[in-house]
Nanobody
Framework: VQLVESGGGVVQAGGSQRLSCTASGMILSVFTSSDKAWYAQAPGKQRELVAQMTSEGATYYADSVKGRFTIERDNTRRRIYLQMNSLKPEDTAVYSC???????????WGQGTQVTVSS
């Protein structure tokens, strides 16, 4: 199983970006039983949780992104998204996806994708 991210790049402040994370090789039952999350690691800082969706669909957002970012899932495509709106320079970071299933004892990470917000 590999988590493959895409959608990073350079965007102007105030703009939007949509990240994707596809679980390649993951069977549907593992995907649907997984909690899914996006993390961000800014230069010189620790990685922090940005958005999370439990297997039941409950969501959590860091205060810094609440109202601007949305985590979504597509079971058919084994994919999650992070829709980022009203981007700020301080959102600049490497964004990584994670999927973990207690039912199956799995924990996968993507390689990360760089998002740079220019002022």
């Amino acid at each position: 199983v590999q988590l493959v991210e895409s959608g990073g790049g350079v965007v102007q402040a105030g703009g939007s970006q949509r990240l994707s994370c596809t679980a390649s090789g993951m069977i549907l039952s593992v995907f649907t039983s997984s909690d899914k999350a996006w993390y961000a690691q800014a230069p010189g800082k620790q990685r922090e949780l940005v958005a999370q969706m439990t297997s039941e669909g409950a969501t959590y957002y860091a205060d810094s992104v609440k109202g601007r970012f949305t985590i979504e899932r597509d079971n058919t495509r084994r994919r999650i998204y992070l829709q980022m709106n009203s981007l700020k320079p301080e959102d600049t970071a490497v964004y990584s996806c994670q999927m973990s299933s207690n039912s199956y004892g799995t924990n996968y990470w993507g390689q990360g994708t760089q998002v740079t917000v220019s002022s």
